[in-house]
């Protein structure tokens, strides 16, 4: 199993408060991806970043921000949630971002936004 | 943008039974996955296709791309309880391996 592990695994927190999630890799791979996934619409790509400190939107980037200050750390912030961002989430790990090349994925946090 | 469709959504079968999941894609697909995920965990890689014509197998579970590179399905042969999950297909979306997922179809083995 590729090393990932997200954290925390669960969180429920209230409207208006900032949340943090992390993703740590011990594969030391470049390409790392932040998902929601939610009813209806699978996987949906928030962020990824191609190397430390280096970070691009994906289709559904409002709201969020991320940071790479390491390899192995890849942070999703979520400044002032709101109850649309009530989701499941994946982070993913790829070697060299290729389309010929899978990419692996955590465990999931699932956050409750009441 | 380019998106995927999954079908069936759901589908309960027999155990022993044989089944079909579709991917079908609105544009040429450079790059397909399949994954399976069991509820509350993540996603496993099951099988990677990129040429046209491309079949794979793992245990009982085939996956094909067809000529035109449009579609990808997800043969199943003799189900077992163990198949039970939700099966997503993803695509590449350019060359930062970026991925777009089918919404996934929710597979129920009954014993």
């Known amino acids: 199993d590729a090393g990932i592990t997200q954290s925390p695994r669960h969180k429920v927190t209230e409207t208006g408060t900032p949340v943090t999630l992390r993703c740590h890799q011990t594969e030391n791979h470049r390409y790392m991806y932040w998902y929601r996934q939610d009813p209806g619409h699978g996987l949906r790509l928030i962020h990824y970043?191609?190397?430390?400190?280096?970070?691009d939107k994906g289709e559904v980037s409002d709201g969020y921000s991320v940071s790479r200050s390491k390899t192995e750390d890849f942070l999703l912030t979520l400044e002032s949630a709101t109850s649309s961002q009530t989701s499941v989430y994946f982070c993913?790990?790829?070697?060299?971002?290729?389309?010929?090349?899978?990419?692996?994925f955590g465990d999931g946090t699932r956050l409750s936004i009441l | 943008s380019q998106e995927l469709e999954q079908s069936p959504q759901s589908l309960i079968v027999q155990e022993g039974k044989n089944l079909t999941i579709n991917c079908t894609s609105s544009k040429t697909l450079y790059g397909l996955y399949w994954y399976k995920q069991k509820y509350g965990e993540g996603l496993i890689f099951l099988m990677m296709l990129q040429k046209g014509g491309e079949e794979k197998s793992h245990e009982k579970i085939t996956a094909k791309l067809d000529e035109k590179k449009q579609q990808s399905s997800l043969h199943i042969t003799a189900s077992q309880p163990s198949h039970a999950g939700i099966y997503l297909c993803g695509a590449a979306a350019g060359n930062t391996g970026k991925l777009i997922f089918g919404q996934g179809t929710t597979l129920q083995v009954k014993p």
């Open positions: 993913a790990i790829s070697p060299r971002g290729q389309s010929n090349q899978p990419q692996h």
């Open positions: 970043s191609y190397g430390v400190k280096d970070t």
